[in-house]
């Protein structure tokens, strides 16, 4: 394993409502030094979840919202916050009811999922859900999010939409395929 940097100094450096942006001057085992900025959530929140409902053996939901970092409406996976006193799979239940209108019978934990470690802390927890039934609650979403849905054996040709671009999705829908083939509950 490769010996960590020493940091010499951290600085919070930018601080909103969502971000705070962290400075770092880091020491190399080789004596580089490197300054690093980076968002950090120290202590900030309890987690992030996102879930792969299952609508059948072969189709997961979607869902499309106005994304403001991107500025226009993407598909992706009902996601969101771990809210205080909650457990993932409690967080990933009523994610799946705010955004999708469908509860799971059957909610597993699968991993842990980052976007850019380079600069970001942050994490989300990959759930499966199985068994869905309709039921709605209300959300924190601005207007209505439409659902749809995917084969898992189409990712390809999602990939191939303009509003399609979550990567963190994405390989949680490959991951979801995988396992659900490794363990014998999933056929071309």
């Known amino acids: 394993m490769p010996q960590k940097p020493q940091t ?12 705070t942006v962290e400075q770092v001057q880091l020491r190399f085992s080789n ?3 490197r300054t690093y900025e980076r968002l950090v959530n120290k202590g900030q929140g309890y987690g992030a979840v996102m879930v792969v409902a299952m609508q059948d053996e072969r189709t997961a939901l979607l869902i499309e919202e106005y994304c403001g970092g991107t500025d226009d409406y993407q598909l992706s996976l009902p996601k969101g916050l ?18 999708a209108g469908f509860g799971a019978q059957q909610l597993e934990f699968l991993t842990h999922l980052s976007l850019s470690p380079g600069y970001m802390s942050q994490k989300i927890a990959v759930v499966l859900a199985r068994g869905l039934y309709e039921k709605r609650l209300p959300g924190d979403e601005p207007e209505p999010i439409r659902v749809d849905q995917v084969d898992l054996y189409q990712l390809s040709e999602l990939t191939a939409r303009a509003n399609f671009t979550e990567g963190r999705a994405l390989a949680a829908l490959y991951l979801v395929r995988d396992l659900l083939e490794q363990r014998g509950e999933l056929q071309r």
């Open 31 to 33: 004596g580089v030094e």
């Open 82 to 99: 771990v809210e205080p006193g909650e457990d993932v799979l409690e967080a990933a239940n009523r994610e799946l009811m705010e955004e």
């Open 8 to 19: 010499l100094e951290a600085k919070i450096v930018a601080k909103s409502r969502l971000f």
